[in-house]
């Protein structure tokens, strides 16, 4: 079966840079795309962007643009999400989706979710 | 961006009622809307897809319907487990937008 399994709680301070892991299992890896979402707390969802484990391709919303960075690893089917100079309203629950293929954007399957907590 | 407005943002329900949610998007988003069921402290869900579409292991009490800017999710006979927070979503263009939620309490 399809899992996404993050990695763990991060606490970062202003100004410094998280990577949050996405291991993945059940499915070819190469054949969908791997999205962000991030959820503040007590807040929506909202959509970073995607990395297409075939080649590396990105999609990243503007908000983001020049802060994130979405890799992925064929070798251990693992997508990343690196965001950088951090702040307090990044605080939120990252997680990973992986889309339904065929170029078809719907999130199909759901990572756990990551907290990352900034704060000095 | 595609702004996706969501009615009511709360309701309150009681096991075994129908309850209807509706979605409308800012433009033609055609039938690319989808539904995800969200509890307390756990990962979204994936529900309906192209607008009226079950996912996989997703009972048949839910469906959706809908088309271009108007969409709705229903629940018939809500059980306990329903009782969550609601989102819709357009997948038609860039930027992938949410709704801002719907709350479902139990009356």
């Known amino acids: 079966q399809v899992e996404l399994v993050q990695s763990g709680a991060e606490v970062k301070k202003p100004g410094a840079s998280v990577k949050v892991s996405c291991k993945t299992s059940?499915?070819?890896?190469?054949?969908?795309?791997i999205h962000w979402v991030r959820q503040a707390p007590g807040q929506g969802l909202e959509w970073m962007g995607w990395?297409?484990?075939?080649?590396?391709?990105?999609h990243y919303t503007e908000q983001f643009q020049g802060r994130v960075t979405m890799t992925s690893d064929t070798s251990i089917t693992t997508a990343y999400m690196e965001l950088s100079s951090l702040r307090s309203d990044d605080t939120a629950v990252y997680y990973c989706a992986r889309d339904q293929g065929y170029q078809l954007l719907f999130l199909e399957f759901w990572g756990q979710g990551t907290l990352v907590s900034v704060s000095s | 961006d595609i702004q996706m407005t969501q009615s009511p943002s709360s309701l309150s329900a009681s096991v075994g009622d129908r309850v209807t949610i509706t979605c409308r998007a800012s433009?033609?988003?055609?039938?690319?809307l989808a539904w995800f069921q969200q509890r307390p402290g756990k990962a979204p869900k994936s529900l309906i897809y192209?607008?009226?579409s079950l996912q996989s292991g997703v009972p048949s009490r839910f469906s959706g319907s809908g088309y271009g800017t108007d969409f709705t999710l229903t629940i018939n006979s809500l059980q306990p487990e329903d009782f969550a927070t609601y989102y819709c979503q357009q997948y038609n263009f860039y930027p992938l937008t949410f709704g801002q939620g719907t709350r479902l309490e139990m009356k």
């Open positions: 990395v297409n484990p075939n080649g590396g391709g990105t």
């Open positions: 433009q033609d988003i055609s039938e690319y």
């Open positions: 059940g499915y070819s890896f190469t054949g969908y795309h």
């Open positions: 192209l607008a009226s």
